[in-house]
């Protein structure tokens, strides 16, 4: 027989188990398995020693105490109750209360009685007395300043809208241009006749637009809404100026003076 037979016959042998190794593994295992279940029984069979109930439980400290210095006095009675007295709370602060007003009672005031103001006259002063013996007043016109000497009287040039006379206008501040540019570039160029009533301060009032050229061309319209800004005397009659009275206007636009 080769080498090589023999050794495939010993491999084969080694490999083979035998009735004897069974055995052997089977003890094994069950004596394996006896040692865990008696180490199961063991952990609950395991007693606790009760804790006595009339016992006291007592602490102890191992640390040596220190020793009390000789040197050191005790405080004083008064410096102690001092100290107490010091940690006392303070007592709250009591709030003052404010007692409301008293009422006061209004005294009604004592009436006190004037003598009459009637004056009681003779009959004769009565007589001399009575309003309706007096002269009536004579009704006077509205006045202005008085009229410088040797002025003559305004010029009468017509008739007011209402009948009245109507007086040639004297300027007493002819208007400026930035017065009348605003209201006049509505209007076509030519001439404006208007009548206003004077009133105090030199400015006009109540206009009326008399006549305008070319017609249509709407300047008379502009010159009534620029006419609030004119300064014009008063016309003179009887030698002062009367306020009140009705003055005519001309008021020229694009052609050669103004007036």
């Known amino acids: 027989m080769s080498e090589a037979a023999i050794g495939r016959k010993r491999g084969a042998d080694a490999l083979r188990v035998t009735p004897r190794r069974r055995l052997t593994g089977l003890v094994a295992a ?37 020793a009390e210095p000789t040197d050191v006095q005790k405080p004083e009675p008064a410096r102690q109750a001092k100290k107490e007295t010091s940690t006392t709370p303070p007592l709250p602060t009591p709030v003052a209360v404010t007692p409301p007003p008293p009422a006061t009672v209004k005294v009604p ?13 003779p009959a004769d002063q009565m007589a001399s007395a ?16 008085p009229a410088p000497r040797g002025e003559a009287d305004s010029e009468v040039v017509g ?5 009245e006379r109507l007086y040639a206008a004297a300027w007493l501040r002819e208007p400026y241009d930035s017065e009348l540019r605003g ?10 006749l208007i009548a206003c009533k004077t009133v105090p301060d030199y400015k006009v009032d ?3 637009a008399l006549d305008e050229w070319p017609n ?14 004119f ?11 009367k306020v009140g009275e009705w003055v005519r206007i001309r008021i020229d636009y694009g052609i050669k003076g103004r007036g």
Request: net charge positive.
């Open 130 to 145: 009575d309003l309706r013996n007096f002269p009536p007043a004579k009704p006077r016109g509205p006045a202005g300043p």
């Open 30 to 66: 069950l004596l394996f398995e006896a040692l865990v279940v008696l180490a199961l029984l063991t952990l609950g069979t395991r007693r606790t020693v009760p804790m006595a109930e009339d016992r006291p439980l007592s602490t102890f400290d191992v640390t040596e105490p220190e």
């Open 109 to 121: 005031e004592p009436v006190v009685k004037l003598p009459s103001p009637v004056v009681t006259l």
């Open 183 to 192: 209201y006049l570039s509505t209007a076509d160029p030519g001439w404006a």
């Open 231 to 241: 300064k014009v005397k008063p016309p003179r009659v009887g030698g002062s100026y």
């Open 216 to 229: 249509g061309s709407r300047l008379a319209r502009a010159v009534l809404a620029a006419a609030w800004q």
């Open 206 to 208: 109540d206009c009326v």
């Open 159 to 163: 008739r007011a809208p209402n009948g």
